[in-house]
C-alpha cells in the first residue's frame, strides 16, 4: 500500500497547480498527482486557445471574476519569470451591430470589478487594429495576453519535479476500494484527494458520493488556423458575447507565434473525448449522451437554439463569414486550415437542465472535487489552486 499526504487526480493544469501550491505550503509532506495520459496536460489544458482573459465577462461575484482578473496578472508574471513565451496583444470586443450596443455597454460596466476596460470609439479601434469592424464604439481590454499552454504545463511539471512532488503519469483513476484509491495496478492511501479530473470529473466523484446533482455535457471546439503568411492581428478581437449562454461567440485570437485562429466552435460532442475520428471513443459515453442531450433539446430551449446554431459552424467557410463581420481583409478559404480541436467539460444541472456558469467544487469525504471548471479556467488556475488549498486546509 502506498500512502500520501494529498493525492491529485488529473494533471491538466488545474491539477498542476493546485499541487504545486499545497506542496509551497506544506514542504515535506508526500504529494502524488495521477494521470491516465504518458504526459500532461493533454486534453482541456494542452488543447486551450492560451488567451489569459482579463475578467470582464463574469458576474463580479463569481469565482470566475475573481480568479481570472488575478490569474492574468499571476499566470503572465509566471511565464516571464521562467522565460515562456507571452505575447501582451490586449483584445478588441467589438458590436457588430446597434442591437448590440447595450451587451456591450453591460460588458463596460463590470470593469469596475479592478479590471483596466477602455470604452473606444469604432475610429480609435481601427488605430489599434486598422482592420478591424466595429459598429459606432468598442472596448478595449489592455490586459488580455496570449501564452503557449503546453510550455505552461510543461513548466509546471518540471517545478512539481523540484518540489518533490510525485508525478505519475499513464496511471488511471481505477476507482476506490475502502480506504483506498486504486490508480493503474496499485493501492494508494491518502490523507485527502483532490478530484481534477477535467471531462471525468464526476465519473471520479461519483466514488465519493459527491456531484449527483449534475450531469456533465461534452461540447467540441474546431478553430481554423491561418497561413503565417497570409494573415496577421495587432491584437485578439472578439464579438460581444451571447448574454443567455456562456460561450464567447466566433472570434479572432493571435498566438504567441502570431499565427491568426478563428474559432471555437461549441458543438454537442458525441463522446468525452470526441477529437475527431474515432480517437477516444468509449460506447459508454456515446450511450450517456443519447440519453442526456436530446432530454435537453426538449427541455432546454436555450441549449436547442445554440446547438442548432452550432450545426453550420462545421464548415470553415462559415467560420471565416462570420469572422469577417470582425475584421476585414481576411485571406481567401484556401489560406485556412483545421486546427486540433478540443472540448469544453460542461457541467448540467439535472433537475432544470441549465449549464452552470460558474466554477463547482463539492466536498465529500476527505476529498475534494472540481466539477465544473470550463473556460477561462486556464486564466485562473494560479488563484484557483490557492483557494482549492484553502478548503483542503479547512476540511
Known amino acids: 500500500m502506498e500512502r500520501c499526504d494529498l493525492l491529485v487526480i488529473g494533471a491538466g493544469v488545474v491539477g498542476l497547480t493546485a499541487a504545486r501550491a499545497f506542496a509551497r505550503r506544506h514542504p515535506g509532506q508526500r504529494v502524488v498527482v495521477l494521470d491516465k495520459e504518458p504526459e500532461v496536460g493533454r486534453h482541456a489544458s494542452g488543447r486551450n486557445s492560451g488567451v489569459l482573459h482579463a475578467g470582464f465577462y463574469y458576474d463580479a461575484?463569481?469565482?470566475?471574476?475573481?480568479?481570472?482578473?488575478?490569474?492574468?496578472?499571476?499566470?503572465?508574471?509566471?511565464?516571464?519569470?521562467?522565460?515562456?513565451?507571452?505575447?501582451?496583444?490586449?483584445?478588441?470586443?467589438?458590436?457588430?451591430?446597434?442591437?448590440?450596443?447595450?451587451?456591450?455597454?453591460?460588458?463596460?460596466?463590470?470593469?469596475?470589478?479592478?479590471?483596466?476596460?477602455?470604452?473606444?470609439?469604432?475610429?480609435?479601434?481601427?488605430?489599434?487594429?486598422?482592420?478591424?469592424?466595429?459598429?459606432?464604439?468598442?472596448?478595449?481590454?489592455?490586459?488580455?495576453?496570449?501564452?503557449?499552454?503546453?510550455?505552461?504545463?510543461?513548466?509546471?511539471?518540471?517545478?512539481?519535479?523540484?518540489?518533490?512532488?510525485?508525478?505519475?503519469?499513464?496511471?488511471?483513476?481505477?476507482?476506490?476500494?475502502?480506504?483506498?484509491?486504486?490508480?493503474g495496478d496499485d493501492r494508494i492511501e491518502a490523507g485527502a484527494v483532490l478530484n481534477c479530473a477535467g471531462a471525468f470529473a464526476d465519473r471520479v466523484a461519483a466514488g465519493w458520493g459527491a456531484g449527483e446533482a449534475y450531469q456533465l455535457v461534452p461540447f467540441r471546439g474546431l478553430y481554423l488556423l491561418a497561413d503565417p503568411a497570409t494573415a496577421s492581428l495587432a491584437c485578439c478581437v472578439y464579438p460581444v458575447p451571447p448574454s443567455d449562454m456562456p460561450f464567447l461567440g466566433v472570434h479572432l485570437t493571435v498566438t504567441v507565434e502570431g499565427t491568426v485562429k478563428i474559432g471555437p466552435t461549441a458543438t454537442p460532442a458525441r463522446w468525452r473525448e470526441d477529437y475527431g475520428g474515432l480517437a477516444g471513443l468509449r460506447w459508454r459515453d456515446v450511450a450517456e449522451q443519447l440519453r442526456i442531450q436530446p432530454r435537453l433539446l426538449r427541455r432546454n430551449a436555450l441549449f436547442r437554439?445554440?446547438?442548432?446554431?452550432?450545426?453550420?459552424?462545421?464548415?470553415?467557410?462559415?467560420?471565416?463569414?462570420?469572422?469577417?463581420?470582425?475584421?476585414?481583409?481576411?485571406?481567401?478559404?484556401?489560406?485556412?486550415?483545421?486546427g486540433r480541436p478540443g472540448i469544453r467539460a460542461q457541467l448540467v444541472e439535472r433537475a432544470s437542465g441549465a449549464l452552470v456558469g460558474d466554477f463547482?467544487?463539492?466536498?465529500?469525504?476527505?476529498?475534494?472535487?472540481?466539477?465544473?471548471?470550463?473556460?477561462?479556467?486556464?486564466?485562473?488556475?494560479l488563484p484557483f489552486a490557492e483557494h482549492l488549498v484553502d478548503l483542503l486546509e479547512a476540511a
Not at 476585414?328 to 483545421?338: F, I, M, N, T, Y
Not at 466536498?363 to 472535487?369: F, K, M, Q
Open 61 to 183: 461575484d463569481s469565482l470566475k471574476a475573481r480568479f481570472s482578473r488575478d490569474g492574468n496578472r499571476a499566470l503572465a508574471d509566471y511565464c516571464e519569470e521562467h522565460a515562456l513565451p507571452l505575447r501582451r496583444c490586449g483584445k478588441l470586443v467589438v458590436p457588430r451591430d446597434a442591437a448590440e450596443l447595450p451587451a456591450l455597454d453591460a460588458l463596460a460596466a463590470r470593469g469596475a470589478n479592478g479590471v483596466r476596460l477602455e470604452a473606444v470609439s469604432a475610429e480609435e479601434a481601427q488605430r489599434i487594429e486598422p482592420r478591424v469592424r466595429a459598429h459606432e464604439r468598442a472596448l478595449w481590454s489592455p490586459d488580455t495576453a496570449v501564452v503557449s499552454p503546453q510550455a505552461v504545463c510543461a513548466q509546471l511539471a518540471r517545478e512539481l519535479g523540484e518540489l518533490g512532488v510525485t508525478l505519475r503519469t499513464s496511471t488511471p483513476f481505477r476507482g476506490r476500494d475502502g480506504e483506498a484509491v486504486l490508480a
Open 305 to 338: 437554439r445554440h446547438a442548432v446554431s452550432e450545426l453550420s459552424k462545421r464548415s470553415a467557410w462559415v467560420l471565416v463569414r462570420e469572422a469577417s463581420r470582425l475584421v476585414d481583409g481576411l485571406p481567401a478559404l484556401r489560406s485556412w486550415k483545421w
Open 360 to 381: 463547482v467544487v463539492e466536498r465529500a469525504e476527505r476529498s475534494l472535487h472540481v466539477l465544473n471548471a470550463v473556460s477561462p479556467a486556464f486564466t485562473c488556475s
